[in-house]
């Protein structure tokens, strides 16, 4: 079974697609179930980041697209982008949510994001400094969440999909900050939880996130769950780097993957 549970639509302030044009390309795609993952941004300060989709318009669509796709399973999750200081009311905004799935990620590191050349350039773009700052953040991220609060971490390196640095030394790798990474996939592997592989650039980079490196390392730390999202945004942009990212995570000892249906999680083996 093929799943896609990391995908946005016209519900997330930078998603360019319906939730009809997204089944119809998952479903060209060969998959199964898709997961909408749509943006919900607490207090980012790029304007309008911050607005979270309106739930009555999205449940609407999603239902409208259940009822016209009845081949693909369809189910609705969020991309929380956590803020920690607001921590407690993005927990009872979520519990006010009928989710299946819940994607943690994190896009700001302080008040800025990566996305963002400022981020960089407050470490003077000193790498050493930038990318352990953002793995840092990271676990002050997830040490401020109780593990029934969340199901899997989105893209842990994100910081490198913007970074001002060539191609080869994009990349967050384990041996950036090890110490910070493996509290991080301590804790996912001890709850649990979820690692997501992301394919989001592997049309033009031919990687995912995370590197290989910190895949290999959530397996020797007692990771078990690897989830796979294409971070689509445009129809031409699902499931690229699929088949990749399942061998990868395989060739680690991975075996299981996750379906979700309101918080419960079903366990199958990850596609061949
Ligand atoms: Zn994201
Ligand atoms: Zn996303």
Redesign the pocket.
């Known amino acids: 079974m093929r799943c896609d549970y990391?995908t946005h639509t016209c519900h997330s302030m930078d998603g360019h697609q319906t939730i009809a044009e997204l089944c119809e390309s998952e479903i060209r795609a060969g998959f199964d179930e898709v997961c909408l993952t749509e943006?919900y941004e607490p207090m980012h300060p790029t304007p309008g980041a911050d607005i979270p989709p309106k739930l009555e318009f999205l449940l609407a669509d999603y239902r409208a697209a259940k009822k016209l796709y009845p081949r693909l399973s369809l189910r609705l999750g969020i991309?929380i982008?956590d803020n920690p200081p607001y921590h407690d009311m993005i927990a009872r905004w979520l519990d006010e949510w009928p989710l299946d799935y819940r994607?943690m990620?994190?896009?700001l590191v302080g008040k800025l994001d990566p996305y963002d050349r400022a981020y960089f350039s407050q470490f003077d773009d000193r790498r050493e400094l930038a990318y352990p700052a953002y793995a840092q953040a990271i676990l002050d991220s997830l040490r401020t969440w109780n593990p029934g609060e969340y199901d899997a971490l989105?893209?842990l390196g994100?910081c490198g999909r913007y970074a001002p640095y060539p191609d080869e030394r994009k990349p967050l790798l384990h041996s950036d900050a090890p110490d910070i990474i493996d509290d991080i996939l301590r804790i996912l592997a001890r709850d649990g939880k979820a690692l997501e592989i992301?394919t989001?650039r592997f049309n033009k980079t031919k990687r995912v996130i995370p590197d290989p490196s910190i895949v290999k390392r959530f397996r020797e730390l007692g990771g078990e769950f690897i989830m796979f999202g294409s971070?689509a945004h445009r129809p031409e942009q699902v499931g690229h780097g699929f088949e990749y990212a399942y061998q990868l995570a395989r060739g680690f000892g991975f075996q299981y993957t996750c379906r979700f249906d309101q918080r419960r999680r079903a366990v199958i083996p990850i596609p061949d």
């Open positions: 990391h943006h991309e982008g994607l990620s994190l896009h989105a893209h994100y992301n989001s971070d």
